[in-house]
């Protein structure tokens, strides 16, 4: 069974609308870590939020926030006020069984999606 | 401004040579991924490292792939004889203690 899922291959948004990428995940372990990476067509990887299966509130980092359903696993990225910067690939991942500080630890990916933010 | 380096940034090469990748991971990062992208397979984790010791390279085709930390500097992954289905993005990234993977640029390689 896939760990990560997400379902949207492709995303079109307005400039300056909001946008849901959407993910759920797989996982029997009560401790794990959900991430969403941007890599824009430079390539590079970029992180850009983290939840931990803890914390109690949803994740923000600036225009970005993550909507985490733990009974519906699901850890949806928002990203607000679009820009045509957001543009890029965006990858959500889980890191299991260990809590945050720990430095161990692979991150399974999901196969991403394509926001494309147009003027 | 802290980054995970990586060399070289792009190859081409034979098929049948030997390809070497390096990366340095950000200074007192103790856990190092490679992972390798390609359109038909996404994001793969080959290998990873914790204090150099190797972890985890059940993702690497042992035949012909070999990752190795000779310090706490460096990390390299090997392919050797490298072969078409090898052409990928190769990404190493380092860990924090807050969890956040942290990539390098990736060396895109095309064996030839």
């Known amino acids: 069974a896939q760990k990560i899922t997400q379902t949207q291959p492709g995303m079109f948004v307005q400039e300056k609308e909001a946008v849901t990428l959407d993910c759920t995940y797989d996982?029997?372990?009560?401790?794990?870590?959900l991430f969403w990476y941007k890599q824009p067509s430079s390539g590079e990887m970029i992180f850009l939020i983290y939840?931990?299966?803890?914390?109690?509130q949803n994740a923000t980092e600036g225009r970005y926030s993550l909507n985490f359903q733990k009974a519906r696993k699901s850890a949806n990225l928002v990203i607000s006020a679009s820009q045509l910067g957001d543009s890029a690939m965006y990858f959500c991942?889980?890191?299991?069984?260990?809590?945050?500080?720990?430095?161990?630890?692979?991150?399974?990916f999901g196969r991403g999606t394509q926001l494309t933010v147009w003027p | 401004d802290a980054r995970v380096t990586q060399t070289p940034r792009h190859k081409v090469t034979e098929m049948g040579q030997e390809v070497t990748m390096r990366c340095q991971p950000i200074?007192?990062?103790?856990?190092v991924f490679w992972y390798r992208q390609t359109m038909m397979q996404g994001l793969e984790l080959l290998a990873y490292f914790r204090n150099r010791a190797p972890l985890d390279d059940s993702g690497m085709p042992k035949d012909r792939f070999s990752a190795e930390m000779p310090d706490a500097t460096l990390a390299t992954l090997k392919i050797q004889p490298s072969e078409p289905r090898d052409s990928a993005v190769y990404f190493c990234?380092?860990?924090?203690?807050?969890?956040?993977?942290?990539f390098g640029p990736g060396t895109r390689l095309t064996v030839l």
């Open positions: 991942a889980m890191r299991e069984g260990k809590r945050r500080g720990s430095t161990l630890g692979r991150l399974y």
């Open positions: 939840q931990g299966s803890y914390d109690q």
């Open positions: 996982t029997s372990d009560p401790s794990y870590g």
């Open positions: 990234a380092s860990v924090s203690g807050f969890n956040e993977q942290f």
């Open positions: 200074l007192g990062h103790n856990t």
